[in-house]
């Protein structure tokens, strides 16, 4: 008991005379000189002490013998050699679900070679490539391509830029407008395909896949002469043999080509202006459960086309301001359900307002905006139009 009473006499004489400014670099002698002293002590059996007096005014000081853990000692190394293709030739390769974890990718100076990516990823660079087919699955942010020539992309994205590229096929789901730079003779055709795991790759990597807009390119190097991109509503000339290959490479993968399966809308001319021949489908969102099912049924119907869907939120006040009809009220009234985003459909066709009718009494879809019911059709879906791209990313 008279042990604590005497300690602060005692320190002057088994510590050495330190200057103040020297005490951190003698710190753990200090404390090593004092757990010396009072390891015989009954009451000493932690391995952490508490020092009074001045000279100890840091507190509590942690046994040096322990060593010290850091959060960053606890992340996982990852193999860097597992997120790129490099320096391939002639061959097939491909990653599957969960094998990159929403990580970035790399493909650089691959010749003639089928690569595929079954996964969600960041970003992907594509560097450097000749006589190349790709697929890379949905893309959380951008797809930059770099230097490459004579490939085949199917890709879906955020964003998807080119830069000093020559003779690319593309086949896109794209929520931005495709960026080619510095590029020439390239194509462009609407996204294709479809697999297991792809519908809840989509909504993790935060695309709308009614929003695509593969068509509407901007160019940022225009060419006086010939245009530098074609825009191509036929199925890609490459693609059956693209997906024979990657089920050849991944026999666990099933992709389906059929377009009455398709996750992606398959839409011919993606920001085209309405016309009195479009019929107009805006479905609100206590349906939004039978979109899928509307879009294939319209597939099915060979006599009709779908020009170009869209997806947003509206608010009351701005479906009241665009939508004309007698059950306005109601529709304005559904925009505040389930978190308020209406899905549209543009179609062309002879049979394009029979099939809908029938489409929407088969499923018992009743909250929808039809332009049949409308006294000006074409200016609702211009309106329509003009609300979507307002809130549009660049």
Known sequence: PILPI?????????????KRKEE??????????????LHDHPNFTSSKFFIMGCLFSHGEVEDDTVP???SWDKRETKDPSNFRFKNLKKENRAKLADNIGNEQFNIDNCEECNLYIFDQISTIF????????????PVQTSIFIRNCRDCN???????????????ISSALCCQTLPIIESSSEMAF????????????????ANIVEYNN????????????????????????????????????TAPSIAIDSDPETATVPLTESPGARPTDNSFFLVVFPTHQKHLR????????????????TRQAVMTSAKCESIFHCDDLPELADACTQNGGSVTSFEIVGETASSTVDHLCSSLNISTVYKSSQSPSPVEDMKAFYRHTESIRDI
């Open 6 to 18: 005497l300690l602060p006499f005692l320190l002057p004489i088994l510590l050495p005379s330190t």
């Open 213 to 248: 807009n593969w068509s509407r390119i901007h160019d940022f190097t225009p060419s006086k002469e010939t245009p530098n991109f074609s825009i191509h509503t036929n199925e890609p000339q490459w693609l059956p043999d693209f997906f024979r290959v990657a089920m050849e």
């Open 293 to 308: 099912k509307i879009l294939r049924e319209i597939n099915k119907d060979k006599s009709i086309s779908l020009v170009q």
């Open 153 to 167: 992309i199917l890709a879906i994205c955020q964003q998807f830029r080119t830069r000093d590229c020559e003779r």
């Open 189 to 204: 055709h609407c996204y294709r395909g479809n697999y297991f795991a792809l519908a809840n790759q989509i909504k993790n």
């Open 24 to 37: 951190p670099a003698n710190r753990k002698k200090s404390s090593e000189t004092i757990k010396f002293f």
């Open 126 to 137: 594509i560097d450097d490539c000749k006589n190349c087919n790709i697929f890379v699955g």
């Open 68 to 70: 010290k853990e850091y």
